[in-house]
């Protein structure tokens, strides 16, 4: 246990001087933690270092931290300490919540932010564009743009560290029962759309949905890319991260991990764990329980 007594933690993310901030979207705040001594306990109380309301995803960038709500991108610069300098606010006018208000943000290697925003509902058209996408735009949060769309809620997502390709891990469509649908890997690249909300997994057909605009779902599945790889259905994944350290074996360089916050709807419950998807020459394998 690194840390404890912290409520409803969210969001993780570490700069590279070892400030550790922790984002609870139930308290509207962002923590900060330290572990100088190095022995992968946290020394003493977190320090709250930003209250915002629905605080939720979390980025480090140029030693700011970048912080998203449901309708607001802010920064703000990080101290020699860890605490944080004057708040700026770049956005406030992101997409409604609605079902799935949990925005996250990552910064690629073009230095280029990108965003993910869940969609409202379930399974429904959306009126406006920009829900169930990830966005792209410049690090002020300019020249904002859809990057993805078909998302229903890609929380994690990351770059495979061979070939600097963009995955990410999509939450699924509940009520189509305990096995349907998997939780999908998908290799996300510019301008695709990924599915959601008529057709999911490898192809399957939602049956209780129509597409906008007289498209049929045949057509709409010629429109959408498949999933890559599947995972048990309703597992919830979270937060993702590909692996680049020194202190794991060799065959874990390049894979990923993702936090899977468990199902609310699914006799048995499943999820609650952290899954590893193995890369090999940068193509995912599997994804197993670790």
């Keep these: ?28 705040d962002v923590l900060l933690l330290h572990d100088a ?10 320090t709250q270092v930003l209250h915002r309301p629905q605080a939720h995803g979390l980025a480090v960038h140029d030693d700011h931290l970048y912080v998203v709500t449901v309708k ?8 020699p300490d860890g605490t944080l300098g004057e708040l700026e606010l770049l956005l406030d006018d992101l997409p409604d919540g609605g079902q799935h208000p949990n925005r996250t943000l990552a910064f690629g290697p073009d230095g280029m932010l990108y965003l993910s925003v869940g969609s409202t509902c379930n ?22 743009s859809i990057f993805a769309s078909g998302l229903r809620n890609t929380i994690g997502f990351g770059w495979q560290p061979v070939t600097g390709e963009l995955w990410g891990m999509d939450h699924n469509i509940d ?47 010629d429109m959408s890319v498949p999933m890559v790889l599947g995972y048990t259905a309703h597992a919830a994944p979270m937060q ?15 894979d990923a991990f ?21 890369f090999e020459r940068g193509e995912p394998k599997a994804i197993e329980s670790f």
């Design 123 to 144: 399974a429904c058209n959306e009126t406006n564009p920009e829900h169930a996408t990830i966005l792209r735009m410049k690090p002020d949060g300019s020249s904002r």
């Design 240 to 254: 993702m991260a590909f692996y680049q350290g020194a202190s794991f074996p060799a065959e874990y360089q390049g």
């Design 175 to 221: 009520s189509l029962g305990d096995d349907e649908h998997p939780e999908e890997l998908n290799r996300i690249e510019r301008g695709k759309q990924y599915g959601w909300p008529h057709v999911f997994a490898d192809g399957g057909l939602h049956p209780q949905t129509t597409p906008p605009g007289g498209i049929t779902k045949a057509q709409w599945r």
């Design 37 to 46: 001594d190095g022995d992968g306990r946290a020394d003493g109380a977190p």
């Design 258 to 278: 993702v936090a899977m916050r468990g199902s609310w709807n699914r006799k048995p419950a499943v999820g609650y764990e952290v899954a590893r998807v193995r």
């Design 72 to 79: 607001e991108l802010l920064r703000a610069p990080i101290q």
């Design 1 to 28: 246990v690194f840390a404890s007594g912290l409520l409803n933690p969210r969001i993780l993310a570490v700069h590279p001087a070892g400030h550790i901030y922790v984002s609870r979207r139930e308290q509207g």
